[in-house]
């Protein structure tokens, strides 16, 4: 189901305020935390000789004492210097990586039935303990097909990073321990966690829901009253919380922490649902999951929920080699959540009314009349203007008013909270029900729960108030409130890619993401305080439904878990490509999703466990037109008989990844066109032995008579059918052009940035600033810069307007003379981005007041920077900024 907004919202011109030393603002991809760095240590060095080495002043926010990872993370006391002060540790001999410490948002899935879509019925069957359809999931990966065998995930233990389990729940074993379903783990942040104040303790529980659900996917227990299991009930589960109770985020370092706990106590698989955008396989999370997988742990990472901004989106850590980075497909039904109220007419029967969560959420399950601000149930201004003075006090009812399309839901909220109105239900104009939000404007703030109602039970409870009954009603809190699970077959494009999957491949044309699971709809464990169960959407969803799939299927090749390359190209090679659609209710059409969308496609899990023959590596990418050349893949027999396979190929529609333009990216789903990609074989049909391999080579030819400016990406599926009937397949991809010569950054230019917003500067204009330790500025010089591509590394740097006056104390390898170094940045994600600037330097100091320009760096992809033109320089028009006269 596509959740198009995605896309708009994200690309939006962010323009927070900022600290003195300007981290980048953005609205997508990790954040830094100022001043702070994550320091890997050289062999053999501990904290305490770092600590002797490194002269700037610090505090330590973790030790990492793991085998594969030994340094710590540091929080430097002035953030104003930081940058130079770590340039100094990074020079250290006792230091072999330094990189700053970025933050990672929430897990933030989508929920299930909150709003209505266009096209999808919504009250249907309801799902209840006497629902006897099996699981659509299970049954569109076959994984019902190993339940039936017996095939549950027995002796495997998964470790889930997220926000903890809730183990006290009926359907996830009740106890935590040794003999509990969840039987160890270990909570590194503790309730109160916003990102920055660890309290860790040894309790996984889990308080926000969205780790529960991940668990419920993989081990719920059959037993619950919606007889839905999970994916590998057999498997034991080892929790890492990372996230606190709030609505914080996390930190790499804690994440880098969490997977090495877990790889070292034990965990035979790791998945984390977490993620954001990057593109970057370098981003230190990343590294730090690559290493574990490369010691033979099979890490499975959410691909991400961008799926509405185009090509080369992918996520940390799910960037990281040898990881496999999971995409979502949507689950064929669709299942709606609602909550349970219910109303009565003069006291008569109980009538129920299915509602939708909406905000504030506090009911009290108190009934109370019903009162509605109009008896016209066709009025299109319903409490678009202020009650009349004879209103009643509104306090006790629940104050029943309709939906308008012509003023604000604020203006309706405000009439409403004006006559006393705590407890409001909104009714829609037609069957679908749109969740809202009050009390956040000025004058609605006494309202204190919000419910969203169909036009058919709205109008039937205006009708009778029309006609004189008294109408009495009672709403609960959305967490105790009964649950109401609609369902409804998508008979559009049911198991469609999920329109809301990011696409890859990473900058660097690594493969991602691998290959889908369902995560569109999924129903799932909740924590018992928070509902028991839940209908959620994500690549969160997907994730740990190919943890449990690589735990069954090592489970029927023999139990122990099989090395990360061997499951990937099992997974990969008997996956099931799908049909393109356009997400949402767009029907299928006659070719492929591209591999940057679905990978290898749909997991097919009991062919994985039972295919004798399969392909290695799990994708081949080609890479740009400068760096092609033909690549090899290997049929694996491992079966008992000699197979002949015959190799063909099924190419799909190719992407453009730039619009017109040739400069920005296409956002929602690229253009695509016709021409497609040629390949061909050393040997089209092959004899493999019982037990033996085979390379084939393959020569691609890109597809012809496209704009190389616009950076076609094309792919396909390579075919292999054997005489034993299998049917494999794995994804291919290139691009063409090249990526060295790509417009990095097609727009740089100064503005004023103040709280209006930016708009651009006129040459020569001047700026007071405030001088160290000075207040906020009104307004500032800001650099504001959109990313094509992603860059390894950014740099800002002050420079004389014109050569002669100032003396310059640094010569740049970019060509330039530089007053000093304002920011840098390194492996940024594409996108928008503004950088206010106060007049500080990157090393603390402050610039004599003078006319000056701006200068921006930009690294070039597929360059290590030691040319000249590895780099993309542009100058901002010239500037003077002076200080407050005293
Ligand atoms: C359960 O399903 C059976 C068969 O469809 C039906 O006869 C029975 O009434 C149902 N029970 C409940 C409690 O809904
Ligand atoms: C593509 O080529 C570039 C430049 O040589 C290299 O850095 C990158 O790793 C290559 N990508 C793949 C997937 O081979
Ligand atoms: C492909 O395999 C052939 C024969 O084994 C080998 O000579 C060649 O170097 C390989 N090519 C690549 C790109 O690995
Ligand atoms: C290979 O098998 C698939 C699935 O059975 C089939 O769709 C395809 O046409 C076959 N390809 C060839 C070349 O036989
Ligand atoms: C800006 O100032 C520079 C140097 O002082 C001068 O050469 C240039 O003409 C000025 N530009 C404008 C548009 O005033
Ligand atoms: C420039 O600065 C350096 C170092 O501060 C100083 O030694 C030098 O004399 C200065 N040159 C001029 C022309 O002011």
Aim: charged share 20%; with cysteine.
């Amino acid at each position: 189901m596509v959740r198009s907004t995605l896309a708009l919202s994200l690309l939006a011109t962010a323009s927070a305020a900022l600290g003195a030393n300007s981290p980048l603002t953005e609205n997508t991809g990790p954040k830094q935390v100022p001043g702070a760095y994550i320091v890997e240590f050289e062999d053999g060095i501990s904290p305490s000789q770092f600590r002797t080495q490194a002269e700037p002043e610090y505090e330590t926010r973790m030790t990492f004492d793991y085998e594969l990872f030994k340094g710590a993370s540091i929080q430097l006391k002035d953030t104003e210097t930081a940058e130079e002060r770590a340039a100094q540790l990074a020079s250290l001999p006792a230091v072999k990586n330094i990189w700053p410490v970025r933050m990672y948002d929430r897990p933030n899935p989508i929920r299930g039935g909150e709003t209505g879509e266009a096209g999808r019925p919504l009250f249907k069957r309801q799902l209840g303990g006497n629902e006897t359809t099996p699981y659509p999931p299970h049954i569109m990966t076959g994984v019902d097909k190993l339940h039936a065998e017996g095939i549950t995930g027995k002796g495997v233990t998964i470790a889930v990073i997220d926000t903890g389990i809730d183990y006290h729940h009926p359907s996830l074993g009740g106890c935590f321990g040794e003999g509990c379903l969840v039987a160890y783990g270990y909570d590194l942040v503790g309730d109160d966690y916003d990102g920055t104040n660890t309290y860790p303790d040894d309790d996984p529980d889990d308080c926000s829901g969205h780790g529960t659900h991940v668990a419920g996917i993989i081990a719920a227990q059959g037993e619950n009253p919606e007889g839905f299991s999970g994916a590998a009930p057999g498997v034991t589960l080892a929790a890492y919380r990372v996230f606190g109770c709030g609505r914080g985020g996390t930190s790499s370092d804690i994440l880098i922490a969490a997977f090495n706990m877990a790889y070292e106590q034990g965990a035979d698989i790791i998945t984390g649902s977490v993620l954001d955008a990057s593109g970057w396989p370098q981003d230190p999370w990343s590294v730090a999951v690559s290493r574990i997988v490369e010691k033979g742990v099979p890490c499975t990472l959410a691909a991400g929920n961008y799926g509405g901004v185009g090509l080369f989106f992918s996520s940390a850590a799910a960037d990281g080699k040898g990881v496999t980075a999971v995409a979502s497909f949507d689950n064929p039904l669709v299942i709606s959540l609602w909550l349970r109220a219910s109303y009565s007419v003069d006291d008569g029967e109980s009538v129920d009314v299915a509602w939708g969560r909406s905000w504030p959420e506090g009911f009290d399950n108190v009934e109370r009349e019903v009162w509605a601000s109009s008896l016209d149930i066709t009025n299109p201004i319903d409490a678009c203007q202020p009650l009349p003075d004879d209103t009643p006090d509104l306090g006790d009812y629940y104050v029943l008013f309709r939906l308008s399309r012509e003023c604000n839901i604020e203006d309706q909220t405000t009439n409403l909270a004006a006559k006393g109105a705590r407890f409001i239900v909104r009714y829609n104009d037609d069957d679908r029900i749109y969740s809202f939000s009050a009390g956040y404007s000025e004058g609605d703030q006494n309202i204190l729960g919000a419910a969203a109602i169909g036009a058919k039970e709205g109008e039937a409870i205006v009708k009778a108030l029309e006609a004189g009954s008294v109408v009495k009603a009672t709403f609960a809190h959305p967490n105790s409130a009964d649950k109401l699970f609609f369902r409804d077959w998508d008979t559009v494009n049911p198991g469609a890619v999920s329109g809301f999957t990011s696409w890859g491949p990473t900058y660097e044309m690594d493969f991602k993401p691998q290959f889908g699971a369902p995560g569109g709809d999924v129903f799932s464990t909740y924590p018992v305080e928070l509902g028991m169960y839940d209908v959620l959407s994500g690549t969160s969803m997907a994730t740990p439904f190919v943890a449990a799939a690589y735990a069954l299927v090592s489970e029927a090749r023999g139990g122990a878990v099989l090395e990360p390359a061997v499951l990937e190209s099992l997974f990969a090679s008997t996956a099931k490509p799908q049909l393109w659609s356009g997400g949402g209710s767009s029907p299928f059409e006659d070719w492929l999703a591209p591999g940057a969308q679905q990978g290898a496609g749909l997991i097919q899990v009991y062919d994985a466990a039972y295919a004798t023959a399969r392909l290695e590596p799990s994708g081949l990418s080609f890479n740009d037109t400068v760096n092609s050349g033909p690549m090899n893949f290997t049929i694996v027999n491992e079966g008992s008989e000699d197979v002949v396979f015959e190799i063909s190929h099924v190419p799909t529609r190719t992407l453009y990844t730039l619009t017109e333009d040739e400069l920005t990216a296409e956002v929602g789903f690229p253009e695509s066109v016709p021409q497609t990609a040629e390949l061909s074989f050393s040997e089209t049909k092959v004899t493999v032995g019982a037990g033996s391999t085979v390379t084939i080579e393959v020569v691609a030819t890109a597809p012809e008579g496209l704009n190389e400016k616009r950076y076609p990406y094309w792919s396909g599926y390579i075919a292999v059918n054997g005489t034993d009937s299998s049917a494999l397949s794995i994804p291919y991809q290139g691009i063409s052009g090249s990526l060295y010569e790509a417009n990095v950054v097609p727009e740089a230019w100064l503005a004023v940035s103040g709280r209006d917003g930016q708009f651009p500067a006129p040459p020569n204009m001047t700026f007071v600033l405030p001088g160290p330790g000075g207040d906020q500025p009104d307004v500032t010089p800001a650099i504001v810069f959109n990313l094509a591509w992603g860059t390894k590394y950014t740099a800002l740097h002050l420079v004389p307007a014109s050569t002669s006056p100032l003396n310059s104390t640094v010569t740049t390898q970019w060509g330039f003379e530089s007053i000093g170094k304002i920011w840098e940045h390194e492996l940024v994600v594409r996108a928008g981005f503004t950088s206010p600037w106060r007049g500080g330097l990157g090393d603390g100091t402050y610039p004599p007041a003078g006319s000056y320009k701006l200068a921006f760096v930009v690294q070039r992809m597929f360059s290590d920077g030691s040319r000249e033109e590895d780099w993309i320089v542009r100058y901002s028009v010239p500037f003077s900024f002076a200080y407050p006269s005293a």
